[in-house]
């Protein structure tokens, strides 16, 4: 019983190890990327680097790029995944557990999204956040929407949720369960 936890529980951190190590390796490799753009910009005229400055800007690219780097990460974690399986010559989508949804089913998943979406709108307007706390978050936020509205929703609606499924539920949980009780898992 010890050996099918521990040997669950490690599958399950390796799976979670390359979901995490995807998001931190693209995320530092753009922001290297942005810094080293920004940094000529960020100069002062005695050869100083404004470094508020340099952030801030590093920043807001980040955050206008966001779908990008949901999008690479996501795409390359899938890869990395499915050449291990494909290496170990299994099924992906076996091992993953991936059904068919039920057709009636799709609709209400926007109807939910949308209606869960109205409700936290709600509880943000009132329930009293500091206002420096509003205004950064409105900040950030329009930040997303201001580079291509239909890349940031491709990967946030639909990149996202599709990998931390594959990732969670279908590689994760599995591999849990397969070691210890289900409420455990």
Known sequence: MAKNFFKGAGKALIYFAVYFGMQLLVSLGMSVIITA??????????????YAALQSQATEKMYALSGWLILISGVVTLLIYWLGFLIRKKKFLAEVQISRINGRGILWIPLFGMAFNIVISLLMSVIPFPQ????????????VVEGSVL???????????????????????????????????
């Open 151 to 185: 890349l940031n929703w491709f990967s946030t609606v639909l990149v996202a949720p599709v990998v931390e499924e594959i990732v969670f539920r279908g590689l994760v949980y599995t591999r849990l369960r397969r070691g210890m009780p289900k409420f455990v898992a």
């Open 37 to 50: 753009g920004l940094m000529a910009d960020a100069r002062l005229p005695g050869g100083q680097i404004d």
């Open 132 to 143: 420096s706390w509003v205004e950064a978050y409105a900040a950030k936020s329009s930040l």
